[in-house]
């Protein structure tokens, strides 16, 4: 077997090594242009002329859960497409969201800022049942971070295209399902992937359905949300604040107003990291599963998106 490794921005030593310690049967190189046809590729971000160059692939593991610029690209005829399967992300999604909707529900930012000014104060205690949470997406990481929502006791309710039953969660799906989502949550998380039916989703209107006093954790994709909205929508008040980690351009260019804002909490694309070794397990474990015929999961329809 032959795999190739083509990552952009990834250090390939390490990956390399983890392969090849899992196929030392297998030639395991970094693709280079005018190289030999490989079986399987890792790849992340991978140019056009590396998928016109390697026709001959099965399968193209994609080493991150969102593969919409992938799919961007022209692929080879027949080849699968696999997209990472939680392998460690979904916990840290849900500690990153879980730690934002704290955070804002307990008022934790005033505090910090009352501390520093040198001012013991109290705030009121605020009913938890005022601040139901929404959940766009219940995939792999969505539904680990209404379940972890859950916990804390929020209201909870989560939306996705088909429908969907989980444990202590109000479940919404479809179009019909999307106004009766919107108005039921105060602080909304978007965990959808980015196709061509969710873009721009998180916009004056939908946002605009959110109870008064919204918040929004946006931890998808930047192309999500429509920016000018969301800041119109601050500005009058109508959402109270906004945490983002990712952004329609990364790193977000030095002048965007999202940097300065005062109700905005802002970071850099962090908030569910590849982990090197549960993924190089996972890929592996599905390659031996296809040399196998055997089914893999994570295998994105195109046609879909997702
Ligand atoms: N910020 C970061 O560090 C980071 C890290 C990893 C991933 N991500 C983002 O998180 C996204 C979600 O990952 P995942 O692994 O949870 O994906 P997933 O398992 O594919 O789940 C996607 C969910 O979205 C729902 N959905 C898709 N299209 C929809 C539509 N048009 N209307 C309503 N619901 C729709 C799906 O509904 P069904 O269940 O009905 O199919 C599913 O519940 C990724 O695509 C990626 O963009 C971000």
């Known amino acids: 077997m032959n795999i190739t490794f083509c990552c952009t921005d990834t250090k390939a030593e390490p990956w390399l090594a983890g392969l090849r310690a899992a196929f030392p049967e297998a030639t395991v190189d970094v693709w280079q242009p005018g190289a030999a046809q490989a079986d399987v590729a890792v790849v992340w971000a991978p140019p056009q002329r590396f998928?016109?160059?390697?026709?001959?692939?099965?399968?193209?593991?994609?080493?991150?859960?969102?593969?919409?610029?992938?799919?961007?690209?022209?692929?080879?005829?027949?080849?699968?497409?696999?997209?990472?399967?939680?392998?460690g992300m979904s916990v840290q999604m849900a500690e990153y969201v879980c730690h934002a909707v704290i955070r804002?529900?307990?008022?934790?930012?005033?505090?910090?800022?009352?501390?520093?000014?040198?001012?013991?104060?109290?705030?009121?205690?605020?009913?938890?049942?005022?601040?139901?949470?929404?959940?766009?997406?219940?995939?792999?990481?969505?539904?680990?971070?209404?379940?972890?929502?859950?916990?804390?006791?929020?209201?909870?309710?989560?939306?996705?295209?088909?429908?969907?039953?989980?444990?202590?969660?109000?479940?919404?799906?479809?179009?019909?399902?999307?106004?009766?989502?919107?108005?039921?949550?105060?602080?909304?998380?978007?965990?959808?992937?980015?196709?061509?039916?969710?873009?721009?989703?998180?916009?004056?209107?939908?946002?605009g359905r959110l109870q008064p006093g919204g918040y929004l954790i946006n931890v998808a994709r930047g192309a999500h949300l429509v920016d000018a909205?969301?800041?119109?929508?601050?500005?009058?008040?109508?959402?109270?604040?906004?945490?983002?980690?990712?952004?329609?351009?990364?790193?977000?260019?030095?002048?965007?107003?999202?940097?300065?804002h005062p109700q905005i909490t802002l970071t850099p694309h962090t908030s569910a990291r590849t982990l090197r070794d549960e993924s190089i397990a996972q890929i592996a474990g599905k390659i031996r599963a296809l040399e196998a015929g055997q089914p893999i999961a994570g295998v994105v329809d195109a046609i879909r998106g997702y």
């Not at 593969?67 to 497409?81: I, S, Y």
């Not at 429908?163 to 109000?170: D, L, M, N, R, S």
């Not at 329609?248 to 999202?258: K, V």
């Open 104 to 207: 804002h529900f307990r008022e934790f930012d005033g505090y910090e800022a009352d501390v520093k000014a040198g001012k013991w104060s109290y705030r009121k205690p605020r009913d938890r049942k005022d601040f139901a949470v929404g959940v766009m997406g219940l995939g792999v990481l969505g539904e680990r971070v209404a379940r972890a929502l859950r916990v804390f006791d929020f209201p909870v309710h989560g939306w996705s295209r088909t429908p969907k039953a989980i444990e202590g969660v109000f479940t919404h799906s479809g179009e019909v399902g999307l106004e009766t989502f919107l108005s039921a949550s105060r602080v909304l998380v978007n965990l959808l992937p980015l196709t061509p039916d969710t873009q721009d989703i998180l916009n004056r209107q939908t946002l």
């Open 51 to 87: 998928l016109d160059e390697q026709q001959a692939l099965k399968a193209l593991f994609n080493i991150g859960a969102g593969v919409d610029a992938l799919l961007k690209l022209r692929l080879p005829p027949g080849v699968r497409v696999v997209r990472l399967d939680d392998a």
């Open 229 to 260: 909205d969301l800041l119109a929508l601050l500005d009058s008040g109508h959402l109270a604040g906004a945490t983002l980690d990712v952004f329609r351009t990364e790193p977000l260019p030095p002048e965007h107003p999202f940097w300065q």
